[in-house]
């Protein structure tokens, strides 16, 4: 069935801009369409009418690259779980509906545009830590040869599924980033070829995201509820047991 919906969307020209909820109508959107793709109808509208569209992120619209992040009626990512915004389809709506959209809120990630933020401090925690330094002098071992609990290869799978979204930060009342923080640690510290930097990566990751100005976890766990991957709150425990093995041995 084809549904008429009132949108209440946060307009914001840029980062100085104060900002404010706006009110649209859409009409005749089908149940099938994505969520992105009823934004897209929003746009053609607001465009034809010589209106400036709506600024939203998205790039490859399949819950894989982790860009398209809106905060839906109070949720991130919308009613579903397990789910990015692109994978979000109207079907979870009823015809009359009032839907509420905004941005991520986080100290940590300013508002850019209408519902796009900022989100470089996930890039630059990343770039403190979320790596390996491979030796490519063709001496080195071949990872293959390398065995591997099936468990940890799991686990560590589990945990690099994380897209780099933030919903979690954006759920969590204190916008901490834990929960990303620990997948990236998390991902490396369960291989061998991670524990070689684990101490180094933990700290400075850890570091960087402090510098952020993320908030700090208080076990609520609204950010596994949300995060659309699933990322388990045990990858917490897990960095904070590396944070403290690697604080200890200095
Ligand atoms: S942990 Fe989940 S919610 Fe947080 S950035 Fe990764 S995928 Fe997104
Ligand atoms: S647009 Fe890539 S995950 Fe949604």
Redesign the pocket.
Known sequence: MNMNLTLKIWRQKNAQDKGKMVDYKVTDISEHMSF?EMLDVLNEQLVSNNEEPVAF????????????SLFINGEAHGPDRLI????LHMRKFKDGDTIYIEPWRAKAFPVIKDLIVDRMAFERIQQAGGFISVNTSGNTTDANAILIPKKDADLSMDAASC?G?GACVATCKNSSAMLFVAAKVSQFALLPQGKVEAADRVMNMVRQMDLEGFGNCTNTAACEVECPKGISLENIARMNREYLCASIAG
């Not at 992120?57 to 398209?68: F, K, L, N, S």
């Not at 990015?84 to 994978?87: L, W």
């Open positions: 992105l992120d998205h790039d490859c619209r399949e819950g894989i690259c982790g860009m398209c990015t915004t692109c994978q897209i979204c």
